[in-house]
């Protein structure tokens, strides 16, 4: 089975702090995602990245970074937390490629994280 | 661009009994997937179907099948003798079978199961 590990499933932290999201991939997709999920606004897409060191822009990217150093990891950064940051994320891979792919995402069990 | 409405926010039905949750989608693609995510609470989000929209045969998996009316852009989900490890939020999902920067999904907002016993 795929298993996509996010590194902590609750996370408080202050404004201006900087935070961390770390997920692991074992299946050695190309594609992973970084989504954030908020009560009434379903599942909203901060990054992707489809290879190691290459990154994209998802629907609502700011106040958001990513690192992708090793295919197995994929990495979402808040440089300066804020409030209107508190959500659940959501870390994804999946088998597709460049070429295309069955599209399926296999997700992690999600970081909870609150900004005071 | 490509959108995903699902308008019904929550729903509840009796255990052993059945239930369709709706769905809709606007595209102007001719392919493309669609899918049904369930995440029970707490736990992570798991594919439950997935539908090619070249097919005109509907997909099922168990207890759980789809009615995909192409024209109509409409997508949805119907649960057969419903459990109660059914509760959980479902959602619907859509995205372009094309690789690289296109390949992502994109989600409605979600409908919560409550099973009731």
């Known amino acids: 089975d795929v298993k996509v590990t996010q590194s902590s499933r609750y996370l408080v932290k202050r404004t201006g702090e900087k935070v961390f999201l770390e997920c692991v991939q074992d299946?050695?997709?190309?594609?992973m995602f970084w989504y954030r999920q908020d009560p009434g606004l379903g599942l909203r897409l901060i990054y992707f990245?489809?290879?190691?060191?290459?990154?994209e822009k998802g629907d609502i990217p700011e106040g958001y970074s990513v690192s992708r150093e090793k295919k197995e990891r994929f990495s979402l950064i808040l440089e300066s937390a804020s409030t209107n940051q508190t959500s659940m994320y959501l870390c994804?891979?999946?088998?597709?490629?460049?070429?295309?792919?069955?599209?399926?995402?296999?997700f992690g069990e999600g970081s909870r994280l609150t900004v005071l | 661009a490509q959108t995903v409405t699902q308008s019904q926010p929550e729903m509840s039905v009796q255990e052993a009994e059945t239930v369709t949750l709706s769905c809709t989608y606007d595209?102007?693609?001719?392919?493309?997937?669609l899918f049904w995510y369930k995440q029970p609470p707490s736990r992570q989000m798991i594919l439950v179907i997935r539908?090619?929209?070249?097919?005109?045969q509907n997909a099922t998996e168990n207890r759980f099948s789809v009615n995909f009316q192409k024209a109509a852009k409409s997508f949805s989900l119907k649960i057969s003798d419903s459990q109660l490890g059914d509760a959980a939020m479902y959602f619907c999902?859509?995205?372009?079978?094309?690789?690289?920067?296109?390949?992502?999904?994109?989600f409605g907002t979600g409908t919560l199961l409550a099973v009731q016993p």
């Open positions: 595209t102007s693609e001719s392919d493309y997937y």
């Open positions: 999902a859509y995205r372009v079978p094309y690789g690289g920067a296109t390949n992502k999904l994109i």
């Open positions: 994804a891979s999946s088998l597709d490629t460049l070429a295309g792919g069955p599209g399926e995402l296999f």
């Open positions: 539908q090619e929209a070249y097919k005109q």
């Open positions: 299946m050695d997709h190309e594609n």
């Open positions: 990245s489809y290879d190691v060191k290459m990154k």
